[in-house]
């Protein structure tokens, strides 16, 4: 059973940043592509952004272009979401996952994360 764990998640101000990890155990990041998702109170899980195994990357949302970043260090066996400027529409539940290929489609994710928070409030 695959396990991640996904960190850095937390209460930040408007404009503020976080980085948060995704890593694994019993599974190699760098054989999948790796998206983040984002799911807010009320709201449907929605896509962010996502690397692919040849570290391609597509980004989902054009509310969050330029604003947030995502990486992979293989030797970590980590993926992270650089997250700047953050706005109060920003806050939800992220989450990481694997997939084949990046394509914004729930049900073809592997495997999820378990999530963490991300509060953007003054």
């Known amino acids: 059973q695959v396990h991640f764990v996904e960190s850095g998640g937390g209460l930040v101000q408007p404009g503020g940043s976080l980085n948060l990890s995704c890593t694994a155990s019993k599974l190699s990041l760098d054989a999948y592509a790796v998206a983040w998702w984002r799911q807010a109170p009320g709201k449907e899980r929605e896509g962010v952004n996502c690397i692919d195994k040849s570290d391609r990357i597509t980004s989902y949302r054009s509310s969050v272009k330029g604003r947030f970043t995502i990486s992979r260090d293989n030797d970590k066996n980590t993926v992270t979401l650089l997250m700047n400027s953050l706005k109060p529409e920003d806050t939800a539940v992220y989450y990481c996952?694997?997939?084949?290929?990046?394509?914004?489609?729930?049900?073809?994710?592997?495997?999820w994360g378990s999530g963490t928070l991300v509060t953007v409030s003054t």
């Open positions: 996952a694997t997939m084949e290929v990046c394509v914004p489609v729930v049900y073809l994710v592997e495997s």
